[in-house]
């Protein structure tokens, strides 16, 4: 069995990006803070200052869209050898010890190696 087993955790990522498009989806997005200001590069703030001087091109000019995602962390643990392992589905439903070798299933519990499984 796996020691110091932790718990994936649920989390939530939210993201901002400034919208111009045609209504369906066709144009552009920048990314940004959550004040609204753009995140740009020397590329997108070409891009950025093209679309501000033509808002007659656009449906959704300068919205502010926020995307919000939710996902789940992968469980870690540590294995017998002292490395930390994180629990995931890399093969039929289990994981290997990037240093030691040794195999464990998603809740952390030893296997044997996979050419000793039977079908």
Excluded at 69 to 80: A, L, Q
Excluded at 99 to 115: D, I
């Amino acid at each position: 069995m796996i020691k110091n087993l932790v718990l994936g955790e649920w989390k939530k990522e939210v993201s901002r990006e400034l919208v111009f498009d045609d209504g369906e989806g066709n144009g552009y997005a920048f990314p940004c803070e959550k004040d609204g200001t753009p995140i740009l590069n020397k590329c997108s703030q070409k891009s950025y200052d093209f679309c501000i001087a033509h808002p007659e091109n656009f449906v959704r000019f300068n919205e502010l869209v926020e995307n919000v995602r939710h996902y789940k962390e992968n469980s870690k643990g540590t294995c017998k050898c002292g490395e930390t392992v994180k629990l995931i589905d890399k093969y039929m439903g289990a994981c290997q010890c990037p240093k030691c070798g040794r195999w464990y299933n998603v809740f952390g519990q030893e296997l044997l190696p996979p050419e000793m499984w039977e079908d």
